[in-house]
């Protein structure tokens, strides 16, 4: 999924933690991306999550046994392409919101746990007019947790 296509012209992109917060409409307790470790414009993005024992869902999901939730990993993921939208096409997508278009291909393949650091991973696949698809992956150690194709729309 981290193979650069095309030469290195620009060099790539990493945000630091208020960057993000310029970027990202999601506030605590929803803002899953702490930092980004490289945007490649129109190409890919590398973003982590540090998820640690205050996260609120860990009250529920589940007690004595904390797992984050499937969907908040998705979500991760989900914000990670809207940074890489932004990044890709800064003039055309400022201020514009991003919603959720569709999931496919989906996949659980490890829980991640208070302690862990996800890496979350996106490449894009497709783009048309308002609408991107991108393969998503999120790891823990190397080990692939969530994988799945997310679409977004722009809201007009």
Avoid: C
Avoid at 46 to 53: E, G, L, M
Avoid at 62 to 73: E, K, S, T
Wanted: proline share 8%; no cysteine.
């Amino acid at each position: 999924m981290w193979k650069r296509t095309k030469g290195p012209e620009e060099p790539a992109i990493t945000l630091e933690p208020h960057e993000v917060l310029e970027i990202l409409p999601h506030r605590y307790p929803f803002l899953l991306v702490d930092r980004v470790t490289e945007v490649i414009p129109g190409e890919s993005i590398r973003a982590v999550k540090n998820v640690t024992a205050n996260e609120p869902f860990f009250q529920g999901h589940f007690p004595g046994n904390p797992i984050m939730p499937g969907v908040l990993i998705l979500e991760a993921l989900a914000q990670a392409g809207i940074i890489f939208a932004k990044k890709s096409d800064p003039e055309g997508l400022r201020d514009k919101l991003f919603v959720f278009a569709g999931m496919d291909e989906v996949r659980f393949r490890k829980p991640v746990f208070p302690g862990d650091q996800l890496v979350l991973e996106a490449t894009l696949l497709k783009r048309k007019k308002l609408l991107w698809k991108m393969a998503a992956k999120a790891s823990v150690d190397g080990k692939v947790a969530a994988e799945a194709v997310l679409m977004a729309a722009v809201q007009a």
